[in-house]
């Protein structure tokens, strides 16, 4: 297991829009490994393979306090939402520091499959549906400040240049 490099925002490698999941093999089991090393380490609740450069549909989710409820979700797809929308204040590893509040839909039923190739579904509602909406974002290749005005993109832009600049 490794912990992978994250792409920080505005990288144009955030936009690109994942491509699914074709075989169930140890190179995927390992993929999910080291993004869930990644996320914990960071620490945070979820991780979209866009994010550390693999532009495959695999999510790694774990809200629990005790971070040992690592959930994958593999080829993840919403196949219903509430019309009820929330408000919740959302961050993400590819833009640390930065809290915003942006409306999701409340609750989502999400089709994937796991690690090994198994289908599921599960209906989720609070931080789960907005983490898996949120992930589920990175592998269309939209960041969650893209959800802000055009102010508040520009100004979380000129926030993350010093950082980029650290990080190289």
Not at 110 to 128: C, H, N, Q, S, T
């Amino acid at each position: 297991m490794a912990v992978r490099t994250l792409l920080r925002y505005p990288d144009a490698r955030l936009h690109q829009v994942a491509r699914p999941v074709q075989v169930f093999d140890d190179r995927l089991r390992e993929l999910v490994r080291d993004m869930a090393e990644t996320m914990y380490a960071a620490p945070g609740v979820g991780l979209a393979a866009t994010q550390v450069d693999v532009h495959e549909r695999v999510i790694v989710i774990d809200i629990s306090e005790t971070h040992d409820q690592l959930q994958v979700f593999v080829n993840p797809e919403i196949v219903s939402s509430s019309g009820d929308r929330k408000v919740y204040e959302e961050g993400c590893l590819s833009v640390p520091g930065i809290y915003e509040e942006v409306e999701r839909p409340d609750r989502v039923r999400v089709r994937a499959f796991d690690a090994d190739g198994k289908p599921f579904e599960v209906d989720a509602d609070g931080l789960l549906a907005v983490c898996l909406q949120h992930e589920m974002d990175h592998l269309n290749g939209r960041v969650f400040v893209q959800y802000l005005s055009r102010l508040k993109q520009s100004r979380i832009r000129a926030r993350m240049h010093p950082l980029e600049r650290e990080a190289a």
